[in-house]
Every structure is written in C-alpha cells, then in structure tokens.
C-alpha cells in the first residue's frame, strides 16, 4: 500500500486512491488487479480502519505501520474524523436492508404414535415478516415463515437468542462507554 500511494504524484491522487478503495470495497471488487494484491489487502485494511469509530485505536495501529513519515501525515491529514464520519455514513447507507420481524406467534402441541411410548412434544412458530420497502409508493407484502421444533431444537435456539442479546448488549454498552 505504501509503495502504491508514494507513486501517486500529488494528494490528489492519494484522495482519489483512498476514495477509489472505499467505493471498490462497498461494492466488493477489487483496487487493482495482478501484482499488486498485497498492496490492495493493505489500502482495505487502512479503509477498513478508518471505518472504525473515532475512539478505536485501529487506525492509529495500521497508520504507523507506514513507515514513510510524510506519507503517515498525509493520510492522517486526509483520514480526518469529519472525512471518516462521511465515510461511515456512506457505508451505513449502502448495507442492505432485511425483512423486519412484525409478529411472532406460537402453539404448543402434543403428538401420539403408539410405536414411540412417551409422547412427542413439538412446538410450532410462526414468524411473520414485513419485506424491505423498495418503492416509497408501495406497502411491503407480509410473509409468514413457520417452522416446527421438538424440545432440543428449541432450546438450542433460546440459548442462540440469548447469546444474540448479550452480544448486542455488550456492543450498547461499549459504544456508551467511547
């Protein structure tokens, strides 16, 4: 990466490098084909960094591994908070929205076989599901997803639900804490 934008002749070039990187990198290609991989990997890596929120040490990390002194200022200088929010927003903006869970409903049922002598407990969920919105003129068509679960199988998705809450929990309370 270094190599890469010592050989751009101004700052310009820097800027148009980075922004190049960052729109390449939301659309998943590539900055540059064949020999210069390791390099591409390295500008991600700065782009990734910067991205980061500004109270994380992660560009401070990949920024001294310039070992180029004047090149390390430039994209300080060109990585400012203000250039690193617009490009967070930038991003936010891109990501792909899902469907949004409207209502959940369940019901719990017994089944009978006489080959099994303890009886089989299941439970039924049905999850309805409002589509991403589009069209600004058009309502989201409503979907229902149904799936049937025995006790193991739920519990594994309790405990999976869990493990989602926490980690959201602990991501609010380490972005309170910056």
């Not at 960094?49 to 430039?74: F, I, Y």
């Not at 469907?99 to 303890?118: E, F, G, K, S």
Request: net charge negative; charged share 25%.
């Amino acid at each position: 990466m270094e190599s890469l934008c010592l050989r751009s002749l101004s700052r310009d070039a820097v800027v148009e490098l980075l922004e190049m990187s960052f729109v390449r990198m939301l659309n998943a290609g590539n900055v540059r084909a064949g020999s210069e991989g390791e390099a591409q990997i390295e500008l991600e890596d700065l782009v990734r960094a910067a991205l980061t929120p500004v109270s994380s040490p992660e560009l401070d990390r990949v920024l001294n591994m310039v070992e180029n002194v004047q090149l390390r200022g430039l994209l300080a200088e060109l990585l400012n908070e203000r250039s690193r929010n617009i490009w967070r927003e930038i991003a936010r903006s891109k990501v792909t929205g899902l469907d949004t869970m409207v209502d959940v409903a369940w019901r719990v049922y017994t089944v009978t076989d006489p080959r099994t002598l303890p009886q089989n407990t299941k439970a039924v969920v049905e999850c309805i599901a409002q589509e991403k919105q589009t069209n600004a003129q058009e309502i989201p068509e409503l979907r229902t997803i149904s799936f049937e679960m025995n006790k193991a199988t739920l519990d594994t998705m309790v405990n999976q639900l869990h493990t989602i809450r926490d980690q959201i929990q602990l991501l609010k309370n380490s972005s309170c804490v910056a």
